[in-house]
């Protein structure tokens, strides 16, 4: 009985890995975890992948190391950042990045993106999500260290419909969910929305 | 190590059904399988759950007793009518409904609504899901047997934004969430639409 991930886009992407038959090695650029959520990682790890991840800052970081430790559980996860991804060309059949890419600005996203591709093997898949520009951003975790910290004063970064695409050239994308959602959280109702992507990469 | 499911949003409702401290039964409105998929049920049956399902279809209720039989799983899935469920009031804690009940007219639907909060106990939590206006409603399987037998000649029933929210007078939305999709399926490209609901029965 595994455990069950708040991430739950990813269930979609590690279906579609495990469809295929690559070797089972997945990086996640932004791997950090909150509270006494898991990182999404374990998610992979409990499906037999190796598994590694990178985190900027240094609560997310924190939590995520403290979990590993007192689980037993090697996620390999460590400070880095998803501009300078610090592994060679081609190392991951997957790669993903949750709810994290929008912490950047547009020009770092962009740099992101093709560093994502630079490491991913050719018909590797990458999973994606930018935060639409139909949500409000006033969400409660607003104005925390990570946001500003890469952001400065600035909002999120947020895309139109077709906006991403743009960062999937040399992909082929498999799939594209745009996500607006209501809900309510601690006592509060709040609306969030992402747009999702999937993609494979060519060669 | 657990099998994936494909019908991913159901990740999102078990999450939050773990989260509760309600007796684990759960009930499937349209609880059959396709193909080589495993009925969705077995997502619940794997965290310890005692599932029950209903299915109204001979196809995909035939594909659920298989898997069931094949691999010794009772997920105890029978033929049933979700405008009718077997069941007496408040029996489950947990009732969901995926990809099913659009396949009804809209008066079906309603009815098929008040079942659903019948058999769920007091503070009980329902998944349901509706297909949206923006849902182009050009699938392959758009003229199965399923389809015609509850619609005739009908095309699927598909809501505005706001309009199933009437279904859930009594209930507590804890998530609505609209999914807008674009995806590679078999090498064509097709767009589906969908609004899926979790929420909480009052008393």
């Given at each position: 009985m595994d455990e069950i991930i708040w991430a739950t886009p990813l269930y979609e992407f590690l279906r579609q890995c495990s469809l295929t038959?690559?070797?089972r090695t997945v990086l996640d650029c932004g791997a950090g975890s909150h509270g006494d959520r898991p990182p999404p990682l374990l998610l992979f790890y409990q499906q037999g992948y190796a598994t590694y991840g990178i985190e900027i800052n240094d609560e997310p970081l924190l939590h995520a190391k403290k979990f590993c430790a007192d689980n037993g559980?090697?996620?390999?996860i460590f400070r880095g950042d998803m501009r300078r991804i610090p592994f060679a060309d081609r190392t991951f059949s997957f790669v993903y990045s949750y709810n994290a890419i929008f912490f950047m600005t547009k020009t770092d996203v962009a740099v992101a993106m093709h560093e994502i591709k630079r490491v991913l093997r050719p018909k590797g898949l990458c999973f994606v999500n930018f935060l639409s520009?139909?949500?409000?951003?006033?969400?409660?975790?607003?104005?925390d260290n990570s946001a500003s910290r890469l952001l400065g004063s600035r909002r999120f970064s947020r895309f139109r419909d077709g906006e991403a695409d743009i960062y999937f050239r040399g992909f082929d994308i498999l799939l594209k969910e745009k996500r607006i959602i209501e809900k309510l959280y601690e006592g509060r109702r709040l609306k969030q929305a992402y747009i999702d992507y999937i993609a494979r990469r060519r060669r």
């Open positions: 038959s690559l070797d559980i090697p996620l390999n520009v139909d949500d409000p951003d006033r969400r409660p975790f607003r104005k």
